[in-house]
């Protein structure tokens, strides 16, 4: 299950990096060509899309090194540490430099030239990044099984893949801006429709990049397993002989990986080497049917 969620992600990443340094290159070219303000924040939010990439997957890696002596639980955290940067990256490479452009062309407007270009380059943009946002979805898909979309979305503790699936949103947000406010600045011949599109584009990526942040922000705080590992262990307990009361389960999800701790109440009268292989059971049949179950502790108790 981790090796999958892994590779699910890895290949969401590989197919928005191709794509956007891709579009990148090409909106560089038809910025320099145009004068474009809006294909000039595009090309840069391109740019900052691509470096978010590696970071991201930099992130995915790193989350794979094994537990050491300072860092017993593993390293599972320093995924949300980097998407979080992405976040910040997008907010201030994307959002408000597009901004900053876009007011820049508002005050001292500028000829546009070769409007056509730009218009060719951003459709075969739109298509090239609808085929990443496409290919993210599958990986998605694969992740989430028979879970609908929105409780996948609300729930998941992936933050890659929450990453990519916003900068991919807001790339086509972006681009289907920045294609029709060209399109209304070569109809009208008025060069402050770019500058508006620069702008709007801006304040879509300061949107998206605030909502990434705020749900890096809660797992990086220290969030719980997602509900369905929850339920999953909520019911492993219950069935378990020997547990007369189950006093408190605590899950913090570090990564890809998922810590538990349960504080259980024995049945009376059980003598000592019996419930201790009673917990042994216990903590062998949760790693077993609890995916990514890393760290499990069940501690024995008469009360809370």
């Not at 998605?140 to 991919?168: Q, S």
């Not at 389960?249 to 810590?259: E, K, L, N, R």
């Amino acid at each position: 299950m981790a090796a999958s969620s892994h590779n699910s992600t890895a290949r969401a990443i590989l197919y928005a990096f191709i794509a956007n340094l891709g579009i990148a290159l090409a909106k560089s070219w038809a910025a320099w060509l145009t004068g474009s303000g809006s294909m000039l924040a595009e090309a840069i939010h391109s740019y900052a899309d691509t470096g978010n990439q590696v970071l991201l997957y930099l992130g995915l890696t790193q989350a794979q090194r094994p537990p050491d002596v300072e860092h017993p639980l593993g390293y599972g955290k320093l995924s949300y540490f980097w998407s979080f940067v992405v976040a910040l990256m997008l907010f201030s490479l994307g959002g408000v430099f597009s901004i900053y452009e876009g007011m820049h062309k508002l005050s001292e407007p500028e000829g546009l030239s070769h409007l056509w270009i730009a218009i060719a380059v951003l459709a075969a943009a739109i298509v090239l990044e609808t085929g990443s946002l496409l290919g993210c979805l599958r990986e998605i898909k694969i992740i989430r099984g028979a879970r609908p979309f929105r409780a996948w979305l609300r729930h998941t503790r992936n933050a890659e893949l929450v990453v990519v699936l916003g900068e991919d949103i807001g790339a086509l947000v972006g681009l289907v801006l920045a294609l029709g406010f060209l399109s209304l600045a070569a109809i009208t011949g008025n060069p402050v429709y770019d500058a508006m599109g620069s702008i709007c584009i801006g304040v879509v990526l300061l949107v998206i990049s605030v909502f990434i942040a705020m749900r890096v922000r809660a797992l990086l705080l220290g969030r719980s397993a997602d509900p369905e590992t929850v339920a999953i262990i909520d019911a492993i307990l219950a069935e378990q002989p020997g547990i007369d009361k189950v006093f408190k389960v605590i899950t913090i999800q570090f990564g890809s990986d998922t810590m538990l701790a349960v504080k259980v109440k024995i049945t009376p009268g059980t003598v000592i080497e019996t419930a201790v292989a009673q917990i042994n059971a216990l903590e062998h049949t949760l790693k077993e049917r609890v995916p990514n179950l890393t760290w499990c502790f069940v501690e024995p108790d008469v009360e809370d």
